[in-house]
């Protein structure tokens, strides 16, 4: 496609409910990234693929979240009974090298 | 551990002034830097990234940025601002040859006067 795109663009979620964020990547974009942005801050990592391999979760904040890119272009980021700190924006991004990374326009998650 | 900070998190200039937004980092080796800019309820746009290549890297816009080792420092700046630069703008940090994940400052929100 022509660019990152993220589904739902915005989402609002009660605490405890399960909710599913999606990332189309640039095609042909073997790198995948997830970022977490809470209001007034810059991205934080959350997790990297390497086509459907998951090679870097250490940003991820709990086990409540969980991410997956099985046939290596699409990637969904799910996360478990939902809590007010996880209210942020998330942000994916795709990369052919390693020198520039492209992102969505993120979903805004807001849990109530 | 790399890390990147953004000296003042507002910047407030007038039309037509000098914008400069400072970053420095902290890295054991010689990093990546990039600048990206956030526009309200959307994405990062990458401005300019420094890659090893020229220390002077010219982006966007009419951004320019200047990687200074000595400094550890890679400062945005534009001769004139327009009331279109009005955003946030976000420095970030990756290792090179790999590690791809960036580090980000916490952002400059950047406004510019009539």
């Known amino acids: 496609g022509a660019g990152v795109s993220q589904s739902p663009r915005y989402k609002v979620a009660k605490r405890g409910q399960d909710v599913a964020l999606r990332c189309d990547p640039i095609?042909?974009?073997?790198?995948l990234f997830w970022y977490q942005q809470a209001l007034g801050q810059g991205p934080e990592f959350l997790t990297y693929?390497?086509?459907?391999?998951?090679?870097?979760k250490s940003g991820l904040p709990s086990d409540r979240f969980f991410a997956e890119r099985p046939e290596g272009s699409v990637s969904t980021l799910k996360i478990q009974r939902t809590q007010q700190e996880d209210s942020a924006v998330y942000l994916c991004?795709?990369?052919?090298?390693?020198?520039?990374?492209?992102f969505g326009q993120g979903t805004r998650l807001t849990v109530v | 551990a790399q890390s990147v900070t953004q000296l003042g998190s507002h910047v407030s200039v007038s039309e037509g002034a000098l914008v400069l937004l400072r970053c420095n980092y902290s890295?054991?080796?010689?990093?990546?830097l990039f600048w990206y800019v956030q526009y309200p309820n959307q994405g990062l746009q990458l401005l300019l990234k420094?890659?090893?290549?020229?220390?002077l890297v010219k982006g966007i816009n009419g951004f320019e940025a200047e990687f200074k080792k000595s400094e550890t420092s890679f400062h945005l700046t534009k001769p004139s601002a327009h009331m279109s630069d009005a955003a946030e703008y976000f420095c970030?940090?990756?290792?090179?040859?790999?590690?791809?994940?960036?580090?980000f400052g916490a952002g400059t929100i950047l406004r510019v006067k009539s």
């Open positions: 890295s054991s080796v010689p990093p990546y």
């Open positions: 693929f390497q086509n459907e391999a998951q090679l870097d």
């Open positions: 991004a795709s990369s052919l090298t390693s020198s520039e990374a492209f």
């Open positions: 970030a940090v990756t290792p090179p040859m790999g590690g791809n994940k960036l580090v």
């Open positions: 420094y890659t090893s290549a020229a220390t």
């Open positions: 095609s042909g974009h073997v790198s």
